[in-house]
Structure formats: C-alpha cells, structure tokens
C-alpha cells in the first residue's frame, strides 16, 4: 500500500483478537498504531529521502541514519522485535548511540547460535545492515513455509553462502574531513572521540558516501 511506517516497535503493535483452539491460541490478529511520522511512497520508488532522524533509536535501520527511509527500513524494525520476543533483551539495550552507530557499521548484529535454524534465518536476514540484501516480505514467507531442516539449509545456501567470507570488507579509501581511513573501524572511532565529533558523524551519515558503505 506504499506506507512506510517508520516507527515499528512492540508498544505500537497491538493485539485486536485472540484465536484459540482447544484452549490453545493458534493465532493472533494485530493491528499497527501510532504512523504520526509515516511516509507514503510510490511503489516505483526504492527509497524517500526525509530532512532529519526520526523514530525510535533501538528499532532504526542504518539507512535511516542518512536520512534515507526504504519499506526495507520496516523490515529491520520487525527484526528487532523477533530478536526481543527470541531472546528477551534488546541488541541495544543500555548502549547510546554512537556505540550502536559503531556496531550496526562494523560487526552488525550477532545472531543466537542457540535458537532453532528457522528464527536464525530470519534474523540475519532482517537484519542485515545493506538494506538491499534485506529480507522482505518474500524471503520471510519462504522460511515460514519450510518444513523441515532440510529446506531451510537450501534456504540459508540460496542467500547466505558467498556472503560469509565478504563482511565489512571495504576495497576503497574512505575520505572524510581531508583525511583518509582504510577502515570504517577507524572511521568510526573518529566519530566517537568527543560530542563535536559525534556532530560531525551525524552530518557524514546524511551523505551519499556514507550510503555507500552500507552497500559493501
């Protein structure tokens, strides 16, 4: 429907009925509330550039910290919610933000290697800082269709087997503020030195290089 909600996280999905079965629940209708900062965009375009950061720190895509805001930003949000309702915690529970800037740039998210195979396929792929190897609404209805162990190994093979080797790995120089950086790592921690570098992170983030980076 070209609604980009923006702001997806636990308190504004709502439950508006309860289905059961032998006094069992089989399923849950929800509705989503709060779209005070959506965005329509028209399904012909990838992306909606916005003038400033908005939504909910914890659930926010990278893209959106440049200012850049895909359907694919939803998707993370929904995958920050499967990580809490999995694991009970937030990945970013009690970090500010230039940490979590610094994490979602560098190492990303670390996914659970103790939960069933089905939950670690969504989450990587929901989670994947690029949002246009994001999994979306296909991907996510292939893994809940799969059966069996099986399939979801081909699954993981089909999107994830030339990936594992190729993470953060930049082939180009960054250049930022007449300086060159050969890694974001380094980058990064030149964000993080002082509050006006901070400041300074923030600007670089609205640009194209920055989505750039997310890219790799």
Wanted: charged share 25%; aromatic share 10%.
């Amino acid at each position: 429907n070209g609604i980009i909600h923006r702001d997806l996280k636990p308190s504004n999905i709502l439950i508006r009925n309860i289905i059961k079965s032998n006094n069992k629940i089989t399923d849950l209708e929800l509705v989503l509330s709060d779209f005070n900062i959506s965005a329509l965009i028209d399904v012909s375009i990838t992306k909606k550039m916005t003038q400033d950061i908005k939504g909910t720190i914890l659930y926010l895509a990278p893209e959106s910290f440049s200012n850049i805001v895909k359907k694919e930003s939803d998707y993370w949000a929904l995958g920050i919610i499967l990580y809490e309702l999995l694991t009970n915690c937030n990945p970013f529970q009690n970090i500010n933000l230039n940490l979590i800037i610094y994490t979602l740039l560098t190492k990303g998210i670390e996914i659970p290697n103790n939960l069933p195979l089905k939950y670690q396929l969504l989450l990587k792929g929901l989670l994947q800082t690029n949002p246009d190897k994001r999994f979306t609404y296909n991907q996510v209805k292939e893994i809940l269709n799969a059966k069996t162990d099986q399939e979801l190994t081909k699954i993981y093979e089909k999107y994830f087997k030339d990936t594992q080797n190729n993470t953060n790995n930049l082939k180009t120089i960054i250049k930022y503020n007449n300086k060159e950086y050969y890694s974001i790592e380094n980058l990064l921690v030149e964000f993080i030195r002082d509050y006006e570098s901070f400041l300074s992170g923030l600007e670089f983030f609205k640009t194209k290089d920055f989505e750039n980076l997310l890219s790799q």
